[in-house]
């Protein structure tokens, strides 16, 4: 985990809208976003804070 940096805010955004919306693909419509950006966002968010941030194993994808 970076200590100096804040994390990048669009992975925040998302994360955000993920877990208001509940799915990614109705994150991406609150985001005016598509579904493969508003993944990309999140991914780069997890790799950025090295943990997994959610369970992709289940329907809706549930948090870690």
Known sequence: MHTKTLPPMTGLL????????????????????????????????ETYLGVDLFDRSTRPMSLT
């Open 14 to 45: 998302a994360f955000d809208a993920l877990v208001r919306c509940g799915s990614v693909q109705r994150a991406a419509e609150s985001l005016h976003l598509s579904q493969p950006a508003t993944s990309r966002r999140l991914i780069a968010l």
